[in-house]
């Protein structure tokens, strides 16, 4: 099961309930930059943050100058994250993020959706809403969806 958005905290994880029928992480065809990509089981694009690097503790935490996992919320999970479509099982982990709860990692990549970020440290963007959003494809040169193969994909939206 995975927690998303302001469930994606450590009091908030139990309050998920349920289970998905759904993978956990899968893959669809994003027709911006042409190519596939990681998403979760609502079908959200999911990020890496270079900041984060690969195998190392997550560093996007709810800080108080950025907010960083209020805008970038976690893909955490309770159990063993599932492989969907074109996803490879073996490279879909967990790790143990500062407070405690497990975010997926994919390729050693922790891996987050995007709420948007309107608090005036950054530069604004949108929130990623529906299947198919990149608002945060490039954002400040640090956060990148991943390909099936768990490759950073720098490509930008086309306009």
């Known amino acids: 099961m995975l927690c998303i958005g302001a469930l994606a905290t450590a009091a908030g994880i139990a309050a998920c309930g349920g289970s998905s029928s759904k993978a956990d992480v899968s893959t669809a065809f ?3 930059i042409k190519t596939t990509i990681l998403v979760d089981n609502r079908g959200r694009t999911l990020y890496m943050f270079g900041l984060d690097g690969r195998n190392g503790t997550p560093t996007c935490t709810d800080d108080s100058t950025y907010h960083c996992s209020k805008a ?3 893909l955490l999970a309770k159990n063993a994250p599932k492989a969907g479509k074109n996803v490879n099982a073996a490279l879909l982990k967990t790790i143990k993020r500062q ?3 497990m975010q997926v990692t994919y390729n050693g990549y922790a891996l987050y959706t995007f709420n948007g970020y309107h608090l005036g440290n950054a530069p604004d963007a949108a929130a990623d809403t529906k299947a198919g959003d990149l608002h945060g494809q490039g954002y400040i040169s640090s956060w990148w969806v ?3 193969a768990g490759k950073p994909l720098t490509a930008m939206p086309s306009a």
């Open 72 to 74: 970038w919320p976690p």
């Open 30 to 32: 994003n027709k911006s």
């Open 99 to 101: 407070d405690g709860t």
């Open 146 to 148: 991943l390909s099936p």
